[in-house]
């Protein structure tokens, strides 16, 4: 079974840069379809980005578009999401998650996932 493990968040001051990690234990990685989730306290979870299995095509959110980049790493079975620009509302604990692909790349974002990381917390100071 797939499992993921998430991390590299941290305090930063707004307009700061963080790097999270998701790190899968399948070899299969590049199979699967993989996206980053945020949820803040209060609010609903909202998807951020996620990239496509074989053509690594991506899909942003509009709040964080030019500022947050996903990327993967098949050897190293690993997914970065580059956070540049940050701002307090990007504020949540941020969690990846992984699938086998949607029917479509650009419902990735609105994809139901079954594989889940433990969640990384990120806070942005004003």
């Known amino acids: 079974q797939l499992q993921l493990a998430d991390s590299g968040g941290g305090l930063v001051q707004s307009g700061g840069s963080l790097r999270l990690s998701c790190a899968a234990s399948?070899?299969?990685?590049?199979?699967?379809?993989i996206a980053w989730f945020r949820q803040a306290p209060g609010k609903e979870r909202e998807g951020v980005t996620c990239i496509n299995s074989y053509d690594d095509t991506t899909v942003y959110a509009d709040s964080v578009k030019g500022r947050f980049t996903i990327s993967r790493d098949n050897a190293k079975n690993t997914v970065y999401l580059q956070m540049n620009s940050l701002k307090p509302e990007d504020t949540g604990v941020y969690y990846c998650?992984?699938?086998?692909?949607?029917?479509?790349?650009?419902?990735?974002?609105?994809?139901?996932?079954?594989?889940w990381g433990q969640g990384t917390q990120v806070t942005v100071s004003s």
């Open positions: 399948s070899v299969t990685l590049p199979y699967y379809v």
């Open positions: 998650a992984a699938d086998l692909p949607p029917p479509r790349p650009n419902m990735c974002l609105s994809w139901e996932y079954d594989y």
